[in-house]
Each structure stands twice: as structure tokens, then as C-alpha cells.
């Protein structure tokens, strides 16, 4: 099944039910159909102001959140496109600081789905289409653009290197494999370099292109032979002769971010404050950002203005400490889409260092926690359960609405099943112990709305 959101606008809604009546292409690789489509609209990707573009398996969405924050400190009126949305479609794209009005969202997807009628898009490429319409139409200064999977074949990649101003990659990992691996003539092999292969298909000739640390040996390779075909400027962090960017805690509240300058030879270092977005994690993702912005000649920016984004940047359901509310109650909550191994890995990660850390200094015991878990049917289902196992309490599997998912069974056989996560919620103990949701991004959505707290 397929999530095309909802709306309480019938103007909107009616161009969601056409969203849903849409085939899904089966097999289809290529930009042939997004650019059938852009010609038809005028090809508004070539009216927008510069575009900073970020692909990579974990992390490209907080980066586009620093990037946003960042822009918008510097004064600059910021067009954002990301996926996939939490809990109103109108998320994915936001313009000059603002979401997408009912009104301009339901007129630019009629516009485009009337255009593309004949040409069986696919939802993300009207949805591509949809956004860079609405940027055209709205007067801002830049463009933020995350890529949706991959790179080299998403639909964000009929952005040209005349609409540029850089391009990042952030943290790679396995997922979607079924897409990204899928076999080729002429494309590496090794799983790893094969992502990395994807994602470094949004390099563009000219275009400064950062990639973020670390990065296995194979990957950085594979990217630096892309970067090397398209004639892009490659600033890479972490490895011997390409080291360009380093970003690492400095003190407990701030970071230390550095990179070498070309123009001037020497290595240039800032002690900034602490990102606002949780997770030792997040430091690479800021500097990924600011290197992006440091590296580029579209448009100015400050040190100052890149401490302040650093701490109001905000990116819903990742590692999200959530409210008090008519889900939560008092009760600790956090809240993390992820559902790969990176991801648990992170997630592991902060849980011990920051949600333990008080119990295991005081007592020399790891505090447990209760995971509420639902997960898409095609993602591996230990993906999280078996790095996280030593911090389980307990497993609850819970479905994610509108998707067929994993029964409690494929998490272990101590997992029980629940029919919803308020009913989650009821079953656990009220002992104390910290409760993590997590396995889906669909399912984060569904616990925000739950809690009335809507990313806005």
C-alpha cells in the first residue's frame, strides 16, 4: 500500500485521490519521464533561485533541516522540498519559510497531474513536479532539495548545474536494495560502492559536491570516480587525501567544525554551540551542511548566521524527545523513524550515552526501555530489535496504518502485538523506564497526530 496523506481541504483531497489512482512504474529507471513532464509545465526547475541538494541513506533530511536554519538566520527566504511526510502532505514542501497553502498545493497538483496525465508519472515525480512549480511561482532567495531515493535516477535530479549551488551526500547505508542494487552493466559491484554509485549521481559538472565522514573505503572511491567523470569539485571528510571537513564535539554544549580553504591553503576552524538535534550524529550532519555552504560562491553566509541555524534547526520524529500529551501523558517518550541498521546503531548510541547515562554513572546499571515497534513488510525486521537488543524491556509490535508491515512474531519471540499504539502504551508498565517508538517514519507520523504535536 501506498501513503498519499489526507487532507480536511476537499480542493486538496480530490488531487490526492488522483495521487492514489496513479499505477506505480514498474521497473522504470530514468529521468525521461520528469523531464517530459517539466518541459510541459514551462520547466520551472530552470526559474528557481541557487539550490543546495542532498542525497545519502540517513541524515539527508537533518541536514536539510541545518541548511534551512542556517539560510534562514542569514536573513534569506528559503524554499524547502523533503520527504516522506509525517502527518500532512503540504510538509514536503515549504515556501519562503512557510508550508504550502490548501489553496497553492491543490492549484499546482491539478496543474501538473492534467499536464503529466498521459505519461504515468509516478507519485514522487508529480509531487517533484508540484514543488519545483511552486518555487517558481513564490519569490525566495534559495532552495533547499532532498533527494527522495538514490540520486542518479530520483526525480530531484533534473535539477541542472546552472540551478546549483552544491551538492551533498550524507551518511550512507543499506536500503531500498531492491532498487539501488538492482543489476547493471557498467556499475560497481560491491553493495556499498553501488550505493554510493546512486548517490553521487546528483554530481554535476562545476558544482562543488561535499560528502560526509565517514565513508567506507570502497564508497568514497566510487565517488570520487563520479565526481572525477562529471568534472565536480570534491571535498570529502575523514580520509587521507581527501580530508576537507571535520566536525567533532569541542566541549560538552559546543562543536568544533574545520575545513581547507582552496583559496587560501589553510585549514580554517570554528568553535560553534551544539546543534539543537539530538545524537553525537547530528554533528555530522551540521557539518556536512556547513561545508556545503562554506564551499559554494551562489550566496553569502556568516559564521553566525551557521550558529544560530545550528541551534534552531528542527526536524521532527528523529530522536524527538516527545511532548507531554494525549499519548504520552508524563511519561519519557522518544520518537525516531529509523529503520535501518545504521540507524539503530545511532540509536543505540544516544539511548546509552544520554537517556542511561545519569542511572549507569549512579548504580553501574544499564537502564532498560520499552520499544514500540512497527515496521514496513518489505525492511528488515531486526534491522533495529538486534542492535538495540541489550536496552529491551520489552517489545511491542504495533501496525503502521495503510501498510502492510511485520507481525510481532518477525521481532523475536518475547515480541507481543497490540492493535494501535495508544493500546501500546496501555500494556507497558508505568515503571518508570523510558519508552522508544520507532521502526517507520508512517508510524511517526501516526504518534505525532496522536499527541497533537504537527510539524509545522
Not at 543499506?174 to 560491491?190: I, N, Q, Y
Amino acid at each position: 500500500m501506498r501513503d498519499f496523506g489526507r487532507s480536511d481541504d476537499p480542493r486538496v483531497q480530490a488531487q490526492l485521490d488522483r495521487l492514489a489512482a496513479l499505477s506505480l512504474p514498474q521497473g522504470r529507471l530514468g529521468l525521461e519521464t520528469i523531464r517530459a513532464l517539466m518541459e510541459r509545465l514551462c520547466n520551472p526547475h530552470r526559474k528557481l533561485p541557487p539550490v543546495f541538494h542532498v542525497a545519502g541513506t540517513n541524515g539527508k533530511g537533518s541536514t536539510c533541516a541545518f541548511l534551512r536554519a542556517m539560510l534562514e538566520a542569514q536573513g534569506y527566504r528559503v524554499h524547502v522540498t523533503t520527504s516522506p511526510h509525517l502527518v500532512r502532505y503540504n510538509e514536503r514542501i515549504r515556501l519562503a519559510g512557510e508550508l504550502i497553502s490548501d489553496a497553492m498545493l491543490a492549484e499546482v497538483l491539478q496543474e501538473v497531474l492534467d499536464a503529466g496525465e498521459d505519461l504515468g508519472p509516478s507519485f514522487f515525480e508529480v509531487t517533484i513536479a508540484a514543488a519545483f512549480l511552486a518555487f517558481s511561482r513564490t519569490p525566495a532567495d534559495v532552495c533547499v532539495v532532498e533527494v527522495g531515493m538514490g540520486g542518479r535516477f530520483d526525480a530531484t535530479n533534473v535539477l541542472e548545474p546552472e540551478a546549483l549551488a552544491a551538492c551533498g551526500i550524507a551518511a550512507l547505508g543499506l536500503d531500498h536494495e531492491r532498487f539501488l542494487l538492482a543489476p547493471e552493466d557498467g556499475v560497481p559491484k560491491e553493495p556499498m560502492a553501488r550505493i554510493a554509485f546512486e548517490k553521487a549521481g546528483i554530481a554535476k559538472k562545476g558544482v562543488p559536491l561535499i560528502v560526509s565522514t565517514p565513508h567506507e573505503p570502497e564508497a568514497l572511491l566510487a565517488i570520487e570516480n563520479v565526481a572525477e567523470k562529471v568534472d565536480a569539485p570534491l571535498y570529502a571528510g575523514g580520509h587521507v587525501g581527501a580530508w576537507a571537513i571535520k566536525a567533532n564535539w569541542r566541549a560538552p554544549e559546543k562543536v568544533r567544525y574545520a575545513d581547507w580553504q582552496e583559496n587560501s591553503g589553510k585549514q580554517t576552524s570554528f568553535v560553534l554551540p551544539r546543534p539543537s538535534l539530538a545524537g553525537e550524529h547530528q554533528i555530522e550532519n551540521a557539518g556536512l551542511a556547513i561545508a556545503m555552504l562554506r564551499h559554494q560562491q551562489r550566496v553569502r553566509i556568516t559564521m553566525k548566521a551557521v550558529g544560530k541555524g545550528l541551534v534552531a534547526a528542527q526536524w521532527p520524529a528523529r530522536l524527538q524527545r516527545l511532548s507531554p500529551g494525549p499519548l504520552t501523558g508524563q511519561r519519557e517518550v522518544w520518537l525516531d523513524g529509523g529503520h535501518n541498521p545504521n540507524a539503530a546503531q545511532r540509536l543505540f548510541h544516544f539511548m546509552y550515552r544520554h537517556v542511561f547515562a545519569d542511572r549507569i554513572e549512579a548504580t553501574g546499571e544499564l537502564r532498560p526501555l520499552h520499544l514500540i515497534i512497527g515496521m514496513l513488510e518489505g525492511k528488515d525486521a531486526t534491522a533495529l530489535t538486534a542492535p538495540l537488543a541489550t536496552l529491551l524491556e520489552s517489545i511491542t509490535a504495533v501496525p503502521v496504518p495503510g501498510h502492510d508491515c511485520h507481525p510481532a512474531s518477525a521481532f523475536g519471540p518475547d515480541a507481543r502485538s497490540a492493535p494501535d499504539v495508544p493500546t501500546a502504551m496501555t500494556m507497558i508498565p508505568d515503571d518508570g523506564l523510558p519508552i522508544l517508538i520507532a521502526g517507520s517514519l508512517y508510524l511517526a507520523g501516526e504518534v505525532l497526530r496522536l499527541n497533537d504535536e504537527l510539524p509545522d
